[in-house]
């Protein structure tokens, strides 16, 4: 099946500070989401976006199909941006099923 | 618009006792999806239903099964629960068959086995 890997594993920041999260996938995708897991478990919907670029407030994605990634880009990070972001990909080939990476587990301190 | 809820929030079982988990989709989704969150295994599929019937599954054992009603909720099953079944359980819909679309998510039930 369709591997999705995620980077960096653990991400410490500064408040104000900004970062990129990777998403590769190893097929084409006919559905890519991010997703913001709070401190409860809810997955929070941040994109879908199987190809190309949107941005939501201080949140943009980019997605590169054929090259086979995602970035997940956060400016000026804030405390409550805490928590684990996790890239899920529907590969072309399996049905609406979501394969998910392993999550980035992102820390923002004062 | 309301979004997935999920029923209960927590339930402690024994092993081999069976479970019910609950879920309601988004008004005017058709497919529901069910997600296991273990601790060290990440997220993965279980199970996709759509207008009633199954129709994609995970790598479970046939333990766990569910349904989805005409109203579209839909319940997972787990019998003969195991220590390792302890996990979150995330329900998610979407628009349907013939639709590649965003699933939204529910805010889980988190099972323990004792």
């Known amino acids: 099946g369709i591997q999705v890997e995620q980077s960096p594993p653990d991400l410490i920041l500064q408040e104000g500070a900004n970062s990129t999260l990777r998403c590769n996938f190893s097929d084409s995708v006919n559905n890519l989401q991010w997703f913001h897991q709070n401190p409860w478990g809810q997955l929070i919907n941040l994109f879908y976006?199987?190809?190309g670029t949107k941005q939501n407030g201080r949140l943009s994605a980019t997605t590169v199909a054929t090259e086979r990634y995602s970035l997940l880009y956060i400016s000026s990070s804030q405390t409550t941006d805490s928590g684990v972001y996790f890239c899920?990909?529907?590969?072309?080939?399996?049905?609406?099923?979501?394969?998910f990476g392993t999550g980035t587990r992102l820390q923002v301190t004062l | 618009e309301a979004g997935v809820t999920q029923s209960p929030t927590h339930l402690i079982k024994t092993r081999g006792q069976q479970a019910t988990l609950r879920c309601s989709p988004i008004?005017?989704?058709?497919?529901v999806y069910w997600y296991q969150q273990a601790l060290g295994l990440g997220l993965q599929f279980l199970l996709w239903?759509?207008?009633?019937?199954?129709?994609n599954r995970g790598n479970f054992p046939p333990r766990f099964s569910g349904r989805q009603f005409p109203n579209y909720s839909s319940e997972l099953n787990v019998n003969a629960l195991e220590l390792e079944d302890s996990a979150l359980y995330l329900c998610?819909?979407?628009?349907?068959?013939?639709?590649?679309?965003?699933?939204?998510f529910g805010p889980g039930t988190r099972l323990t086995v004792l």
């Open positions: 976006i199987p190809s």
């Open positions: 899920a990909v529907e590969s072309s080939g399996t049905a609406s099923k979501l394969t």
């Open positions: 239903y759509d207008e009633g019937e199954e129709r």
């Open positions: 008004s005017g989704h058709t497919s």
């Open positions: 998610a819909s979407s628009l349907g068959t013939g639709h590649t679309d965003t699933q939204y």
